[in-house]
């Protein structure tokens, strides 16, 4: 790239005729043909996309997962075991899961589609030496073309004319100042993008005119350019899908286990034959393969999906969410994403008085709030100082000021018309009493702006802002309390304190100065306007933090949740905002781009672990940071809007783009995009992701101790030799399963967030989703409980019919009865588990006990489910079940009434020794 920084410094310095010949242009620009035939040989000035992958392959890859292969496999299983229904059933599971997948991800991405738009529509060229307007996709090198104040820049170009010309860089640099650019080259640093004769494809115009020849169209562009490093960038298998594949293997071992040893105890304990025993082990790893998981984990993650749109987060892949509930830090930009990408006056300063204007937001999205503020406005100099901001002042208005109106012009003099409109000055009546004579505009060597008004047929009046190093020392004399004096050491000394004190808080001054000469003068030089002037005062200004930005950093440190802002702004602007809202204490150590580019490795690491801010930073250095933090074994995720931002969001864990502001770069790296460029819905993400991992341990939990009471009568069949019928048959296992666990195992997938989530810290990539606790509790506690009562209302149902007097039944309608009563034993403890299984320690009753609808009408459908197989004749036969009467369904409502309030107990005994 710096081959190609270095052609593009040639296109700055060359002389215009040589610039012509270079391009094969002229001053009337290219003709229709010459365009025409460009266009043709080097292409579209489009930035393309990210390369996808076939629609054909994103649609296969939802069945193909190991998940999903172990449910093909356990469907076969099921199918040569003689249960051919319920292999098919497992299948149609695989596949409905497949298609849902694949919907909620073609939704996510057609919405992200719709809203990315490439380059500005149109651009005003000049070609066969005639205006005309033509879709900058036609844009060629060697077309000159025109800007105006709001338009885009639609190609990489030099200046030829410019007229107060000042461009947005932000969306390259980071920078929230506009750059001011001239035709006339005045050198530059080492960086191409500090050229001032030199605009850039993305940028836009904030003020004044300018014509400009096309040297890079295209990817060729300096946006194309950072597109290409983002296209080149893999993005890895995300976290969940790592975590899902380790878990399916472990329960594959876990049901291949259990299969060997009951195939081998059928045929030592049982003497079955191998074949027998064979189909019975079958059976029992088809039970134990939790056919509900990718249903579960699709479901829960697709609700995470609906409810993070909801909340203006548009997620483009349904892990994504889950993943952003893992970070454990945060890059941030600082332009646009913290900040509110507009300059806001604050105060407004006198050797009298500090004037601090009330209420930030006073501008959103341009339009103009006119509330009262707290500055007296019967003050000489204030009244002055309103005057030169409002007059010396090429910002317009679009609208009326009656009520509300829009802004165009630099974010500088925006703020400074705004701040005077806000004081109720009348802005046509001022310049109708003070028309203008004369502009000075502003430019990067003078840093100056100043304008000449008629003051009545005598006088005229010269107002002068400008940075306060190159304005003050041309100011002789200082305006204190309306009267004229002379500006002493220690007045200059009093200004420049304020300025530093002002600085120290990221502040940006603006000195405000003017004179009264005689107008004997029609014309006054540049020289003779910006001389022995008087100064007033100064306007300080800042680009505020986002309102809810402080709340939302506040809640990342709660979470345990490092925030580290990335910008290519100025460090002292960058460590002001981070301390004033909160996200790095009041000493952050601030590291600039070339100070990073001389750390080794190991040393940036080092920086990492503490406070630490990144400014003027090139997209490299982003990259790297996002890179490095990886390596530690952090989970990033990295925010942006610009294309500078892109490669480190296609980097990161997560990549957060912003939808307003981003540019199309950004957005088609990113895997979420906040519609309303608001972190504080990043902090509501990381909550859903958090959600969503904490409900698939829900479902484990749920699914795992219905395998003990599945299982434990099995054991007493093989153990006792076949003395002990089998209480519960592999079509009753499979029916709880795939049937009556279903539904409700779906609604624990969509349990929101419990309110604790957010001060707990993210988990450890150490920390699995089957771990030891999990599998304590499922198979200890619930499923222990479970299997106590299932075996009890088996044996209790033989005692009824005379047992132990007589043997148990193998067959007949006591056998029927009493495996009936397993299999629906079974079934009320799973409606004690589901709700059990909503929190962790939390109680139930505290997110309430009705709040999940879905898990409600999984319990209806489950006893609804229940009472078809156990009623209907048809489905007795196949199911091994019979009817019961009251008296039985009495003793099974009656079950998830103490298991429930047990778990209760439980929980509140856990919450003691935690507080103690």
Known sequence: MKDDQGKAQIYAQKDLTELFQELASSPTGLTAQVAADRLQKNGLNTIQKIKRQPEWQNFLKNFISLMACLLWVSGLIAIFSGTTELGIAIWCVNVINGLFSYYQQHAAQKATDSMLKMLPNYTQVIRDGKQQQIDASQIVVGDVFLLSAGDSIPADARLLETNSLQIDESALTGESVPATKDAVYQGSDSDQLSVNNLV????????????????????????????????????????????????????????LSIGAAFFVASIFFVHYPPAQAFIFALGMIVAFIPEGLLPTVTLSLAQGVRRMAQKHALVKELNSIETLGEATVICSDKTGTLTQNQMTINHLWTPEHDYQLTGEGYEVNGQIMLDQQSADLTDPDLQQMLKIMALDNDAKLQTSFDQQGQTLGTPTERALLIAALKSKLNLQQLAEKLPKLQTFPFDSIRKRMSTVHQLGSQWQLVLVKGALSETLPLCSQIQLNGQVKSLTTELRQQILAANAQYAAQGLRSLCLAYKKISSSQQQLDLTEAESNLIFVGLAVMMDPPRPEVYQAVQKCHQAKIKIIMVTGDSPLTAKAVAVKIGITGPNPRVVTGEQLEKMSATQLKEVLKGDVIFARVAPEHKYRIVSSLQQCGHVVASTGDGVNDAPALKKADIGVAMGKLGTDVAKDAADMILTDDNFASIVAAIEEGRAVYSNIQKFLLYILNSNV???????????????????????????????????????????????????????????????????????????????????????????????PNKALAANGSVYLEATTMTLAAIVFCQIAAVLNCRTENMSVFKIGLFSNHQIWIGIIFEILLLNILIYLPFLQGIFNTTAIGLKEWLFLVAIPIPIFLLEELRKLINRHWQRT
């Open 709 to 803: 009471p599945e299982a434990f009568p099995s054991a007493l069949f093989l153990f006792s030799g076949g003395l002990i019928p089998l209480p519960l048959t592999v079509m009753q296992i499979l029916t709880v399963d795939l049937g009556t666990d279903m539904l409700p195992a779906l609604g624990l997938g969509a349990e929101r967030a419990e309110p604790d989530v957010m001060q707990k810290p993210p988990r450890s990539r150490q920390s699995h989703l089957l771990k030891k606790s999990l599998i304590w509790r499922a198979f200890g506690w619930y499923g222990l409980l479970a299997s106590l009562i299932s075996t009890f209302a088996y044996f209790y149902t033989n005692y009824v019919s005379g047992w």
């Open 200 to 255: 850039y494809a993305g940028t836009s115009a904030v003020n004044g005119s300018a014509k400009a020849i096309v040297f890079a169209t295209g990817m060729q562009t300096e946006f194309g350019k950072i597109a290409q490093l983002t296209h080149q960038q893999k993005k890895t298998i995300s976290p969940l899908q790592l975590e899902l594949n380790r878990l399916t293997k472990q329960l594959s071992i876990i049901a």
